[in-house]
T-cell receptor
């Protein structure tokens, strides 16, 4: 079945450091890939997505590129801020005639220290 | 703004009780979902529904049932709560043709403790 593997946390970085959170997937066909973010005490928000190979999703300074050859969708940000502290989830969805559902990774907790 | 509202943020129930978690969305979405979130396990899909009175099992349906009598409301039911159902429950909704993630919206979650 479909699965998503992302790097275990927690990850602690200093403000303005470079961030990478690794994500790889297993799925048949051509899934869409997503990063969701969960701030403390809140639900999940879509951060970015990519729907086909070599697509790059970007939002709020975060980027991720859909690499089909390595089945990866790593999240990057050049200079993190304290406000980026959150839990980040990688997810995939395979087309299913409108009944798509998301399969999530286990989440990576990110803490940014001033 | 789209809103997915979960009726209770925090609940404490006793083992064996019947528990209802309610979710309402205000965007006329066809698809609705219930996930549970546990440390180290991420989000796991319990049930989803793509239309009124329709439901599909997710990855971990055992011990749960759902009800979708109206399009805007999707209820998760724990028939006889057990301690291993202590978790955070997240409801989500999305549109029929765009539910591949770009318009899936999540509620704030319901923290359920079963004692």
């Amino acid at each position: 079945g479909d699965s998503v593997t992302q790097m275990e946390g927690p990850v602690t970085l200093s403000e303005e450091a470079f961030l990478t959170i690794n994500c790889t997937y297993t799925a048949t066909g051509y899934p869409s890939l997503f990063w969701y973010v969960q701030y403390p005490g809140e639900g999940l928000q879509l951060l970015l997505k990519a729907t086909k190979a070599d697509d790059k999703g970007s939002n709020k300074g975060f980027e991720a590129t859909y690499r089909k050859e390595t089945t990866s969708f790593h999240l990057e940000k050049g200079s993190v801020q304290v406000s980026d502290s959150a839990v980040y989830f990688c997810a995939l969805s395979r087309p299913n005639f409108g009944n798509e559902k998301l399969t999530f990774g286990t989440g990576t907790r990110l803490t940014i220290i001033p | 703004d789209v809103k997915v509202t979960q009726s209770s943020r925090y609940l404490v129930k006793r083992t064996g009780e019947k528990v209802f978690l309610e979710c309402v969305q205000d965007m006329d979405h066809e698809n609705m979902f219930w996930y549970r979130q546990d440390p180290g396990l991420g989000l796991r899909l319990i049930y989803f529904s793509y239309d009124v009175k329709m439901k599909e099992k997710g990855d971990i349906p055992e011990g749960y049932s759902v009800s979708r009598e109206k399009k805007e409301r999707f209820s998760l039911i724990l028939e006889s709560a057990s301690t291993n159902q202590t978790s955070m429950y997240l409801c989500a909704s999305g549109t029929f043709w765009e539910s591949s993630g770009n318009t899936i919206y999540f509620g704030e979650g319901s923290w359920l403790t079963v004692v």
